[in-house]
C-alpha cells in the first residue's frame, strides 16, 4: 500500500516565524507533489505543486523536494494567524496517472 | 464563477436506503474525482474519471458506485449505504489531472451520516 506520512500536528508557531511541514511518500517513482491548504470546515484549496528536485517558491511559500530521499516540505515565511489551517501533502500514484494520495495532514496554528 | 457544486450538503439517511450525491462542474474539465475525508485518515480517493464514459478505481472504492454520463457530471452512488460510509465527501476536478500538477477545484463538501 503506496503511503504519504505526515505529522499530524498540531504544530504551534509564533507569529512571523517560519512554519515548516513535512511530507514522506513511499512510491519511488511519482511524479507530482502537492501542498493542500484546507481551513476548519472548508475546502481543500492548492497552495503549491512541484514537480522537479529543488525548491520551489511562491511568495510566503517554499515547496522543497527530495526525490532521493522521498520527502517534500513546504515552508511558510512570515507566519500569519490567516495561516493556522490544516495542510495536506498529496502525491500522484504512478501506478495510475489519474490516482492521487493524500497524508492525513498537520494542523498548524500560528500564536500572535 | 468557476465552480464545483455538490448536493446535498448534509444527508442523514438509515442503513440500505439508495442515495446519490451529485457532482456537477463548469469549467469543462476533463478529470473528476471522488474523495472522502474521515478523522485521521486524511482525503481518500474513492473514483476518478478522466473522460464521458472513462471512470476508474481509486483506493476505497467498495460500496460506491460512479458514472459519467456528461462531461459536467459525476454523481457518486451508495447503493445500499452502511453506517462505516459516514463520512465527509468531497468531488473536484481539473483539466487533465494530478499528474499534470494541475489545481483541483474542490466542492463544498456533502456531510453523509448513515444510521
Known amino acids: 500500500q503506496k503511503e504519504v506520512e505526515q505529522n499530524s500536528g498540531p504544530l504551534s508557531v509564533p507569529e512571523g516565524a517560519i512554519a515548516s511541514l513535512n511530507c514522506t511518500y513511499s512510491d519511488r517513482v511519482s511524479q507530482s507533489f502537492f501542498w493542500y491548504r484546507q481551513y476548519s470546515g472548508k475546502s481543500p484549496e492548492l497552495i503549491m505543486s512541484?514537480?522537479?528536485?529543488g525548491d520551489k517558491e511562491d511568495g510566503r511559500f517554499t515547496a522543497q523536494l527530495n526525490k532521493a530521499s522521498q520527502y517534500v516540505s513546504l515552508l511558510i515565511r512570515d507566519s500569519q494567524p490567516s495561516d493556522s489551517a490544516t495542510y495536506l501533502c498529496?502525491?500522484?500514484?504512478?501506478?495510475?496517472?489519474?490516482?492521487?494520495?493524500f497524508g492525513s495532514g498537520t494542523r498548524l496554528s500560528i500564536r500572535p | 464563477e468557476a465552480q464545483v457544486t455538490q448536493n446535498p450538503r448534509y444527508l442523514i439517511t438509515v442503513t440500505g436506503k439508495k442515495l446519490t450525491v451529485t457532482c456537477s462542474q463548469n469549467?469543462?474539465?476533463?478529470?473528476m474525482s471522488w474523495y472522502r475525508q474521515d478523522p485521521g485518515l486524511g482525503l481518500r480517493q474513492i473514483y476518478y474519471s478522466m473522460n464521458v464514459e472513462v471512470t476508474d478505481k481509486g483506493d476505497v472504492p467498495e460500496g460506491y458506485k460512479v458514472s459519467r454520463k456528461e462531461k459536467r457530471n459525476f454523481p457518486l452512488i451508495l447503493e445500499s449505504p452502511s453506517p462505516n460510509q459516514t463520512s465527509l465527501y468531497f468531488c473536484?476536478?481539473?483539466?487533465?489531472?494530478?499528474?499534470?500538477?494541475?489545481?483541483?477545484?474542490f466542492g463544498p463538501g456533502t456531510r453523509l451520516l448513515v444510521l
Open positions: 469549467m469543462n474539465h476533463e478529470y
Open positions: 498529496a502525491v500522484n500514484d504512478d501506478s495510475s496517472a489519474s490516482k492521487i494520495i
Open positions: 473536484a476536478s481539473s483539466s487533465l489531472g494530478p499528474l499534470y500538477q494541475e489545481t483541483q477545484y
Open positions: 512541484i514537480y522537479s528536485n
